[in-house]
């Protein structure tokens, strides 16, 4: 049976004067790759914040592994931010005065857990940083960076896996790996990736991609293509009605497209 990971019903945020978020209702389902865009003000990192507990919402409810995130103190939103979701940024936020295997080991040591070493190793190697384990994010490119930034987010095993343009700051090589790790998580591991993004290519990579415009749902493409995305956010925001057919065109061109086949 299908379960939902999480859960946004009525979500709302407003920030002085401006609502960033207007009644929006989404499920993401377990072991699901969604992508979030939308122009520049659509509420997009507004609702990434709300849904992993980093922001707190002024009406409506959120659901993350079956917990209401409103009713928790912020000692336990804390712990099970620490404990059941895991963080990607575009900026990486990396200690630098710690090693790749220290900062990766950083969220067991906060939990009060002594990381044991072969799990950290085994955790940088999954990434293709083994032989980086001793190496300061300065001695390290910005992919690598990311990378191990990866790493200390999947080392907690999280239930959700949020990712805030991920490949934002990286050249098109760097971050086609990074995306690669990412459906990974999905399709190896089970777990729930959450990415907002900017970008067409990196949406592509996803299952389902959600448009955002003014605070609201704007419609979605599932199984997309790059050029279907693309597509999508030049023109007008789309209808309800029209998500479905948009959605069955994307999932058409999904089955003719070399791109898509060979994601």
Known sequence: MTTTAVR???????????????GVDLDFRTGSFTAVMGPSGSGKSTLLHCAAGLDRPTGGRVE???????????????LLRRDRIGFVFQAFNLLPSLTAAQNVALPLRLAGRRPPRAEV??????????????HRPGELSGGQQQRVALA????????????????????????????????????????????????????????RVVFLADGRVGGELTAPTAEAVAHRMAGPASTPASS????ASASASASASPERAAC
């Open 8 to 22: 946004l019903t009525a979500l709302r945020r407003r920030h002085r004067d401006v609502t960033a978020l207007d």
């Open 152 to 207: 200390r987010a999947l080392i907690t095993r999280p239930a959700v896996l949020f990712a805030d343009e991920p490949t934002g700051a990286l050249d098109s090589a760097a971050g086609r790996e990074v995306l690669r790790l990412l459906r990974e998580t999905v399709d190896r591991d089970g777990m729930t990736v959450i990415m907002v993004t900017h970008d067409p290519v990196a949406a592509s990579r996803a299952d």
């Open 121 to 134: 190793r085994a955790a940088l190697a999954r990434v293709g940083l083994a032989d980086r384990a001793g």
């Open 244 to 247: 479905a057919s948009a959605s």
């Open 64 to 78: 993350v592994a079956g917990v209401d995130l409103g009713g928790l103190s912020e000692r336990r939103l804390t």
